[in-house]
């Protein structure tokens, strides 16, 4: 059973990494941008020359690696899956740079039968001068481990999307090695690579990652929205509800409102919502969210 009070107590180590321009060429290009290598505001995430970072790269920056897999915790690792991501960026994100994080527990949710949610929350500092540069948010959905009784800090809430039709559609065709390449941003995970353990867990076959459909919303929502603009996208939220076969293509239907946009993703081929709850704050005015975590 799930050791509450372990993770309420939960110490993380501080969290550092020195980054290169390689990669962020490497993340942006395992999203697909250089796809057209016609489109100037593709280029400038994969190409040397006025290089700009993805937005969405800072979720894999200072990663805390798998420590749920502490036995004192009491998580059931094989029944674990990514339920929620966000992102906000106290200011855009160099394509390089050198980061220190502060993380914790954020908070525990008891969804009895249906398991537990665990939100896991970083910030990162830039070493030399001690700004703030992203705050993170991951949240875990433990399928096995709920029922436990006891809840604690503040939970991220999702917004209803509008019942009108989308304001901006934008249609990504993923390629069928999309899942080979988005490992080489250090997630090994075999589900997304090895057929044989993919049967295992319940699917046909390898399967996108996760995080790799979250980041294809940002790469949506700057072609469909931002002109490609990045430093006006300041933060990317959304809630997991199916997975991504490589090669298919996503769907992704935008709303406009007054300084954000809403959005979700789905498959048409197969009638399924692979994103849901969709939010990101566009340009300045906006509050730090309450996940950021003191230096």
């Known amino acids: ?32 941008f250089g796809q057209d290598p016609m489109c100037s505001g593709q280029l400038r995430f994969v190409y040397e020359k006025d290089l ?6 800072a ?7 798998r420590w749920t897999a502490a036995p004192e915790l009491g ?24 980061l220190v994080a ?63 039709a989308p304001d901006v559609v934008v249609d990504i065709e993923t390629r069928p090695e999309a899942a080979v390449l988005y490992r080489l941003n250090n997630d090994r995970n075999p589900l997304h690579i090895e057929p044989a353990y993919a049967a295992k867990a319940g699917f046909d076959r390898p399967i996108l990652h996760g995080l790799c459909t979250w980041g294809l919303a940002a790469r949506a929502v700057l072609q469909g929205v931002l002109d490609y603009d990045q430093t006006r ?19 992704f239907e935008i709303w406009r409102e007054d300084g954000l946009c809403r959005f979700r993703a789905r498959v048409e081929a197969r009638d399924v919502t692979v994103l849901d709850a969709g939010r990101c704050l566009l340009g300045e005015g906006h509050d730090a969210p309450d996940y950021m975590v003191p230096a």
């Open 1 to 32: 059973m799930l050791n509450v009070d372990a993770l309420e107590g939960w110490e993380f180590p501080l969290l550092e990494q020195r980054y290169l321009a390689d990669q962020s060429m490497l993340y942006a290009a395992t999203l697909g």
């Open 52 to 57: 700009a970072a993805v937005p969405t790269f």
């Open 59 to 65: 979720a894999i920056l200072c990663h805390p690696g």
């Open 75 to 98: 998580v059931t690792l094989n029944k674990v899956v990514h339920g929620e991501q966000r992102v906000f960026l106290h200011q855009p994100l160099a394509p390089e740079g050198d």
């Open 102 to 164: 502060r993380a914790r527990v954020q908070a525990v949710q008891d969804k009895g039968q249906k398991g537990a949610l665990i939100h896991a929350a970083r910030t990162m500092y830039d070493r030399a001068t001690g700004a703030a540069v992203a705050s993170i948010l991951h949240s875990s959905f433990c399928r096995a481990d709920g029922g436990f009784g006891r809840e604690f800090g503040i939970a991220p809430v999702a917004e209803p999307l509008p019942g009108r």
């Open 233 to 251: 996208l300041r933060s990317v939220e959304a809630r997991f509800s199916r997975p991504v076969v490589p090669g298919e293509t996503v769907r």
